[in-house]
T-cell receptor
Framework: AQSVTQLGSHVSVSEGALVLLRCNYS??????LFWYVQYPNQGLQLLLK??????LVKGINGFEAEFKKSETSFHLTKPSAHMSDAAEYFC????????????FGTGTLLAVQP | NAGVTQTPKFQVLKTGQSMTLQCAQD?????MYWYRQDPGMGLRLIYY???????DKGEVPNGYNVSRLNKREFSLRLESAAPSQTSVYFC??????????FGNGTRLTVT
């Protein structure tokens, strides 16, 4: 069965510092991997997705993630945090089949300190 | 440019009451989903519908029923609400193999 593990339920960084949010996946088939962001009292928005075209995926708002098969990881990074990045981030995996069901991680709440 | 619309936004129920959460999408997507979000547990799939006329159980279907009324609409029904169903409920839709688009959620409290 597919699953994702997000290490660190809370991460705090200073404005301008590197953001690193960790995600490891478990999948018996080549996975489709996603990062979503959730701002307070809103639904989830897609940040980026990996579908095997390229291992380094660039998303919106300056975020990117690298697919590393040897480490079964798909960590999310941003070189310089902004106050507006404060939100909850979810990693998710799908088998890409017709049903396109997503299995989500438990989320990482990112705080950005001034 | 509505996307996925959920109603109501907030609801308070007493134990044993019933209610239906409504979801509609205007993107002509085949697949629709209901998730619940609880603190520290991420989002868990309740039911999904791969196409009009079909529905399947997800990870946590107990206590819920769904109806795919047409291609646009996918409703979630709680027949006899329990405190354990206090949660934020999200509806989502997608075209085949494309990312999910989410609504803004329904916050349900069962007392």
């Amino acid at each position: 069965a597919q699953s994702v593990t997000q290490l660190g339920s809370h991460v705090s960084v200073s404005e301008g510092a590197l953001v690193l949010l960790r995600c490891n996946y478990s999948s018996s088939v080549p996975p489709y991997l996603f990062w979503y962001v959730q701002y307070p009292n809103q639904g989830l928005q897609l940040l980026l997705k990996y579908t095997s075209a390229a291992t380094l995926v660039k998303g919106i708002n300056g975020f990117e993630a690298e697919f590393k098969k040897s480490e079964t990881s798909f960590h999310l990074t941003k070189p310089s945090a902004h106050m507006s990045d404060a939100a909850e981030y979810f990693c998710a995996v799908s088998d890409g089949g017709a049903t396109n069901k997503l299995i989500f991680g438990t989320g990482t709440l990112l705080a950005v300190q001034p | 440019n509505a996307g996925v619309t959920q109603t109501p936004k907030f609801q308070v129920l007493k134990t044993g009451q019933s209610m239906t959460l409504q979801c509609a999408q205007d993107m002509n997507h085949n697949s629709m989903y209901w998730y619940r979000q609880d603190p520290g547990m991420g989002l868990r799939l309740i039911y999904y519908s791969a196409s009009e006329g079909t529905t399947d159980k997800g990870e946590v279907p107990n206590g819920y029923n769904v109806s795919r009324l047409n291609k646009r609409e996918f409703s979630l029904r709680l027949e006899s609400a329990a405190p354990s169903q206090t949660s934020v409920y999200f509806c989502a839709s997608s075209a085949d193999s494309s990312p999910l688009h989410f609504g803004n959620g329904t916050r349900l409290t069962v007392t």
